[in-house]
């Protein structure tokens, strides 16, 4: 895993240049702490920040090979899974290849196919690949999404970077912000549209999309996207399916020349992961898995059980470490670590995020770095399988906008009234709502709720799940440490997406036909036990820090936030210890607490990031 940037322009001889590339890639050190390089024709400058996890000795980038008399480059950040079967289908057509790293395959890949490689991939990836022959440049994400790939376009130049901080540190690119962006971050916050860098000119390149930029200027298009067909599966069928597809995605995503460990929480998901990577490292004598936890300081004294959080994680965890016999690493965090981590990772997003849910993971991530390089999570089975309350529950079903967001109309009621008539937040929000539904590819002969349950899931896998995989691959990639999610896995994912709603919830349960297909992989109880999600602090101790932070920030008159709030109403509701906002505002987690939090990181990214409004 790593960091890439590079500045492509039409106008200018980029070799008198080098020390703006070289701060570009500077910025994204703590991807990449293993190494750094730079790569620089007149037209074309490119940089990376390497984090070494498959031949360490031989694979620095920018990586080039020359062909004739022509040379290609490329920078690129992430895992093919399926590099070997690449290689060796490579190799047969007549390339040689020098390492044993996944960067030469996929740039013999490209030599071979050009734009046609990013069909043959398996993995999670961004990468540019520069023809200096062509004078073109040739980028792509993975289908999912899960690295992530910014840029900014204007005539005769391009800027891209695996972080907006990359084009950021250009000269010529400020750090502004109009009206959309502050919709953004005020009514679609902490989820972003996609497409939508809410930097002003900031674009992200979309999962499944490539770019091609020449001297006839920027052509994008989509090379992947969710299919609907009938499924012809029965249920035994399909749980069978699911599970082989797991287990293979599993033991490919193992692949490492440095250590690796699994996030267990004791739910499904992460327990389904760990078996099978245990069972794995069993079968090939690579010893021991290390697993990993997290929790909080004096959370069992004050956990309580609600309809998004129904039990505690520890005494699951503990279950699943005596029956696998990992070595267990609890990591546990306290209040003022969590207050001082929402700074933190506004720099690591370069937006406000998810408050302590972030924040949580940044320090979870960062303590992981000292006894592993790669880890392997369990995000997205909840959107790909339909594991998340609101899929389940009437009002966020019959809800007309995103189920994860039914509080809108009373975060707008906190904002001020001239900004409000001003960005218009819910129209923007119902607006991004309608176009997401407009994209649902239907299926003939499905009934209300069967369509109903296709769009969930797409809103779930193109609007949420992109959420998630920002949060993780930011705050782990901020200290250097690869996080691999098996759940997204494109063939899975097409796979599951066809799968009947019936079928999704055998047995009557939510993610049923995961817990079928998981039967003898997974004890009993913890096949059968309920969902709970990523733990947060419930510690009152939270709630008191960010609500005096918030307060302090309503007495400082040179605040960047107070022109968007109204300061009375979000004073009232200190006050009240955001006893309103007692039910999730966003996703299952974010409650009173997190909204004072959300506000303090707004105030913190204005500030620190020196945003213009434009």
């Known amino acids: 895993m790593c960091g890439i940037t590079g500045w492509i322009d039409w106008n200018k001889d980029l070799t008198q240049h080098p020390s703006v590339l070289e701060n570009m890639t500077d910025t994204l050190a703590p991807r990449g702490p293993d190494a750094a390089g730079t790569w620089i024709v007149p037209r074309c400058a490119l940089g990376h920040r390497r984090l070494s996890v498959m031949d360490p000795a031989n694979g620095a980038q920018p990586m080039t090979r020359k062909v004739g008399e022509n040379t290609f480059a490329v920078v690129y950040n992430g895992e093919l899974y399926n590099a070997p079967e690449l290689k060796r289908e490579l190799e047969e ?44 440049l040739f980028a792509a994400r993975d289908r999912l999404g899960v690295k992530p790939f910014f840029y900014a376009y204007t005539e005769g130049r391009l800027l891209f970077g695996s972080e907006p901080k990359a084009i950021l540190a250009h000269p010529d690119f400020p750090a502004q912000i109009n009206g959309e962006g502050l919709a953004e971050i005020f009514a679609v916050g902490p989820a972003r549209t996609p497409g939508h860098g809410v930097y002003k000119n900031l674009t992200e390149l979309k999962p499944g999309h490539c770019l091609t930029l020449d001297a006839n200027g920027l052509r994008i298009r989509a090379y992947w996207k969710l299919e609907s067909r009938p499924h012809e599966d029965d249920v035994e069928a399909t749980a069978a399916k699911v599970q082989e597809l797991l287990r293979d995605t599993v033991i490919r995503q193992l692949a490492s020349d440095v250590p690796v460990c699994t996030l267990l929480s004791g739910g499904l998901d992460s327990s389904a992961l760990t078996s099978l990577a245990a069972s794995y490292y069993k079968d090939q004598g690579l010893g021991t898995l290390h697993t990993f936890s997290v929790d909080y300081v004096d959370n069992d004294k004050h956990f309580k059980a609600n309809a998004f959080q129904p039990n505690a994680d520890a005494p699951w965890i503990q279950r699943m470490t005596d029956h696998l016999g990992t070595v267990h690493h609890p990591i546990e965090f306290d209040t003022p670590e969590l207050v001082e981590a929402l700074r933190q990772v506004v720099s690591a997003r370069d937006l406000p995020g998810m408050a302590d849910v972030d924040g949580s993971l940044y320090l979870f991530c960062r303590e992981i770095k000292k006894h592993a390089t790669v880890a392997i999570s369990g995000e997205a089975a909840d959107e790909i399988f339909g594991g998340y309350p609101w899929f389940h529950r009437e009002e966020a079903l019959n809800a007309d906008t995103f189920p994860w967001s039914l509080a809108t109309p009373d975060r707008v009621n906190l904002l001020s009234k001239d900004f409000v008539d001003w960005v218009k937040p819910e129209q923007y929000v119902k607006e991004r709502y309608r176009q997401a539904l407009s994209e649902v590819p239907r299926l003939a002969g499905e009934n209300q709720q069967q369509n109903r349950m296709r769009e969930m899931s797409y809103l779930n896998i193109t609007r949420f799940m992109p959420t998630l995989l920002d ?3 930011r705050m782990s990639m901020a200290v250097g440490l690869e996080v691999r999610v098996p759940f997204c896995d494109h063939r899975l994912v097409e796979y599951v997406w066809n799968i009947p709603w019936e079928i999704k919830t055998s047995g009557d349960r939510e993610k049923g036909i995961l817990r079928k297909a998981l039967r003898g992989v997974l004890p009993e109880d913890v096949l059968t036990r309920k969902k709970s999600p990523y733990p947060k602090t419930h510690n009152p101790n939270y709630l008191a820090a960010v609500r005096s932070w ?16 109204d300061v009375a109403k979000i004073r009232a509701l200190a006050e009240d210890d955001g006893g309103k906002f007692d039910l999730p505002w966003f996703g299952q987690l974010m409650t009173g607490p997190q909204l004072f939090a959300y506000l303090a990181q707004v105030d913190t990214w204005l500030r620190q990031y020196k945003v213009a409004i434009r």
């Open 93 to 136: 057509r007549g390339h040689r290849f020098r390492t044993t790293c996944d960067t030469e395959v996929l740039l013999a890949a490209y030599v071979e196919w050009g734009p046609g490689c990013v069909d043959r991939f398996n993995g999670i990836f961004a990468f540019a690949a520069w023809n200096n022959e062509e004078q073109s």
């Open 471 to 473: 949060r993780k691959d």
């Open 550 to 565: 918030v307060l302090e920030i309503l007495d400082d008159s040179s605040s960047p936030l107070l022109q968007f709030i």
